[in-house]
């Protein structure tokens, strides 16, 4: 893997629409640029970028769980997306997030059930990657389903791909749309 930098973000919000979050709720964000081995070419055997997926699970979940702050037991969701350069393609970004990536991520937060949510999308530099998040233990509550945006200026150039991993520590600030709660997940499944 040829790593040319790391991006992190941190958010916490403590009011929402003047009211107090308490606790506050908190997430964040760990994203690697990397060179697209494949870029401008094609290639039947993505392998490469399979085992790259694998070592960012690994690297980016250390990095967004450092960047939250928290025990690992404390993180109830996650995500990830990729940003391919005008170079690549969508499958490019499939090989990196969905084959090997999830069970180092879990392996970082301690586990997961759930599927991991995942967004993949061509652009230039500079353009918005939304990564979804959802509870790691249960697709099912709403209160989880949210989203991080990220915009790096000079990412992904078009040989490059730009792979990030969400982590959240808390849902939505101040969630009421109804639905399964963290507090009634079975976590048996996957999906309640």
Known sequence: MKLRKIVTLVEETRTEMG????????????????ANPFAGV??????ELIETGEALGKLLGDEALAALGCAATDVEGYG?????????ELEHAAALLHPKLGAPLRAVIGGGKALVPSSKAIGRAGEILDVPLGHKDAAYVRSHFDGMRLRISDAPRPGEIVVAVA??????????????????????????
């Open 167 to 192: 982590l959240q520590q808390t849902g939505r600030p101040l969630p009421r749309v109804g639905g399964l709660t963290h507090d009634e997940i079975e976590g048996a499944d996957g999906l309640r």
């Open 19 to 34: 009211r107090e979050v308490s606790p506050p709720a908190r997430r964040s964000l760990a994203a690697a640029v990397i």
């Open 42 to 47: 094609w290639a039947e055997d993505l392998s």
């Open 80 to 88: 990830k997306a990729a940003l391919v350069g005008e170079l690549g």
